[in-house]
């Protein structure tokens, strides 16, 4: 006969696992001998290591008084099913491992490959990560609110990029991010982007995400609220995201 600690040794297991099978009726609790102890037979011992087998091998719990009782025919059809939900869970795992792994470069986890290689590009022509992480939202935006409008927004915003001026404008928006409102170099950005608006200006309006995107952009700039501000002014606009001025946006 064996104490429960010798059983709990035998079968590999601690005491704390015996009892707790005890507590959920997986394993028969004996009753104590004459001295106050339970008293374990070699077949409680069989039985145990037979529990811990089954659960060491991914069997729920649950479905092990089953397995135990189980004739040949059930048991082997009963670890079919238990392998095919194991399966099912080792995928799920390896997807959220991929997901995980996609999280070192956020971007790609919320957009698609042309918007990433977009921002990619952005942060190679010199753009600084704030604008560039600005940007981000402001695509996660637009996805969020029209995302048939993004295969042509990128294509856009590339070739915008391919042009030399249109470049040196965003770069210069860029580098005001810091400027204090009242600094005089914002009087010179501004008429530079009030001429470049004037020459690249677009057809149409835009659509209705543009009062997000540059209310999150200029939100993060005293001298880019300005800016903005001071454009829509000049062009008599109700709305700053109508003003035209790219660069900023």
Request: charge should be negative.
């Amino acid at each position: 006969m064996l104490t429960i600690g010798q059983l709990a040794a035998t079968a590999g297991v601690t005491v704390r696992t015996v009892r707790h099978y005890h507590h959920i009726g997986l394993l028969p609790e004996p009753e104590r001998d004459a001295s106050g102890y339970r008293r374990y037979n070699a077949q409680a011992a069989v039985d145990l290591i037979r529990i811990r087998t089954l659960a060491d091998a991914g069997v729920p719990l649950a479905r092990v008084d089953a397995l135990l009782h189980a004739e040949p025919a059930e048991f082997a059809a009963a670890i079919s099913d238990i392998d095919a939900e194991l399966r099912r869970k080792i995928d799920r795992l390896a997807e959220n491992r991929l997901r995980i792994a996609e999280l070192t470069g956020g971007e790609r986890l919320v957009l698609p490959p042309d918007v990433v290689a977009l921002l990619e590009r952005m942060r190679g022509l010199g753009v600084s990560e704030q604008r560039v992480l600005l940007e981000r939202d402001a695509w996660i935006l637009m996805r969020a609110l029209d995302p048939r409008a993004v295969p042509e927004r990128v294509r856009e915003k590339n070739a915008a990029f391919d042009d030399p001026e249109t470049l040196r404008v965003y770069l210069a928006c860029d580098q005001a991010v810091g400027w204090d409102p009242r600094d005089p170099r914002l009087d010179a950005l501004i008429d530079d982007l009030d001429a470049w608006a004037v020459e690249h200006e677009r057809r149409g309006s835009r659509p209705g995400y543009g009062e997000l995107v540059v209310s999150r952009v200029s939100e993060a700039s005293p001298a880019w609220q300005r800016v903005v501000g001071e454009l829509a002014r000049r062009r008599g606009l109700t709305h700053p995201c109508a003003s035209g001025s790219e660069p900023i946006r």
